[in-house]
């Protein structure tokens, strides 16, 4: 029987962040250590406020315009914001590495094309014929890569197409859910050995009427005036305010950052993930037992905490009883609900969680001293709107 070798560490090397407060990492950093203000639009789609894409010349990391006409916009940002973590990482460009470079993705489905649904139901008022209809209407107002679009792993197909990254690829489906089986994923592959350098992340373009319809539906949506997402979860059920994010993280092994270079900003000391039934006290329990195999790594004392909250009900208000328990572990948790800044970015809001806490234990050495006061843990909390748990510990590097 051979021996187990130790898990490698993994570093968080690269951060791509795209939001409504601007387009690169450093504004995010700069925007949470100043609380430069919020950005919301809450007159284009009332009663639901949303938090619009900072504007942004797409051609900076898409240079190809046929590239971009192919893509719907949630897959743009994906691919732009792929394209910034990959730069800031020192891989861009670099044919070699593009090659061992790894993805893995969180998405959705393609986005409708709300005026051909527009024109289908117009004039399906004026005519019964709906079987005429469709070949009649259809095939004039689709367009041929409309399908195509539709899938998944497109992201992922447009991210290595437009960026040459040509190693493996894996994409994850089921909203949240998805990007935190993402994550772990990623992260036990470069652990175990199994991967050296991955490129993770995910995007929304929550400025979509099909998709502010459908989450809708479910009543999820936050109707009126902004409020944050901890005095949301208990009023009627709460809401979650969508915000167009996209987020992506380089990370890789020590040994392959060292080897090429490259500087962390932190490194990811674990990640975990649940799948509850969500009755009663569920989340609590889940994420309490999850924080538990995190605490031989957690000094007493104050720890800052990225909270995913979304806003809707049970999935915020018990993420509020968890961190009511962290004081009996001797943890002072200092939590920060970044969606009320980003907006709620589902499959891409816990790597922007990720990238955030990353940032506040900012080690690399180009960049401005790190504070001495600075945290040197930080805690990335994920419960999904409707279903599924996740933490992430990051630690300070050095």
């Known amino acids: 029987m051979t021996e187990a070798t130790a898990p490698r560490e993994v570093w968080i090397t690269g951060i791509g962040l795209i939001s409504s407060l601007g387009i690169d990492a450093e504004t995010h950093k700069t925007h949470f250590e100043t609380g430069t203000g919020r950005v919301l639009d809450e007159s284009r789609y009332a009663p639901y406020p949303v938090h619009p894409l900072a504007p942004l010349e797409w051609s900076k990391q898409i240079p190809k315009n046929s590239d971009q006409r192919q893509m719907e916009t949630w897959q743009r940002i994906g691919v732009y914001a792929a394209g910034l973590a990959l730069a800031d990482a020192g891989i861009a460009g670099n044919s070699e590495l593009l090659d061992r470079t790894n993805l893995v993705v969180a998405a959705g489905s393609g986005e409708r094309d709300t005026k051909v649904d527009c024109d289908v139901l117009e004039a399906i008022h004026s005519d019964d014929e709906t079987a005429l209809l469709a070949k009649s209407v259809l095939p004039s107002a689709l367009r041929p890569t409309l399908f195509l679009a539709q899938l998944s792993n497109m992201l992922a197909g447009n991210i290595s197409i437009v960026h040459h990254v040509t190693g493996s690829s894996r994409t994850f489906m089921g909203e949240e859910s998805g990007a935190f089986a993402a994550a772990e994923n990623a992260f036990r592959r470069i652990s175990s050995g199994q991967a050296d350098v991955i490129l993770i992340g995910g995007a929304l373009n929550a400025e979509r009427e099909d998709l502010l319809l459908g989450y809708e539906i479910g009543h999820n949506l936050w109707r009126g005036p902004f409020k944050p997402a901890q005095e949301r979860g208990g009023q009627d059920g709460g809401g979650f305010i969508p915000g167009s994010v996209g987020a992506f993280l ?50 007493a004392g104050r720890l800052p905490v990225w909270a995913g909250s979304s806003g809707v009900g049970p999935s915020t208000t018990e993420d509020l009883a968890f961190f009511d328990l962290l004081p009996a572990y001797d943890i002072a948790p200092d939590v920060r609900v970044y969606g009320d800044d980003l907006g709620y970015s589902v499959e891409a809001h816990f790597f922007a969680g990720l990238a955030l806490a990353a940032l506040t234990t900012d080690g690399r050495g180009e960049r401005k001293s790190r504070n001495p006061g600075a945290a040197r843990n930080a805690l990335v909390t994920g419960t999904g709107y409707w279903r599924g748990e996740a933490l992430a510990l990051i630690e300070a590097i050095g």
């Open 250 to 299: 380089t990370i890789e092994s020590r040994a392959h950052a060292e080897a090429r270079g490259a500087k962390a900003y932190a490194r990811i000391a674990d990640i975990r993930t649940d799948y509850t039934a969500r009755k009663q006290g569920d989340i609590a329990r889940s994420l309490t037992q999850l924080f538990e195999t995190f605490l031989p790594r957690i000094p």
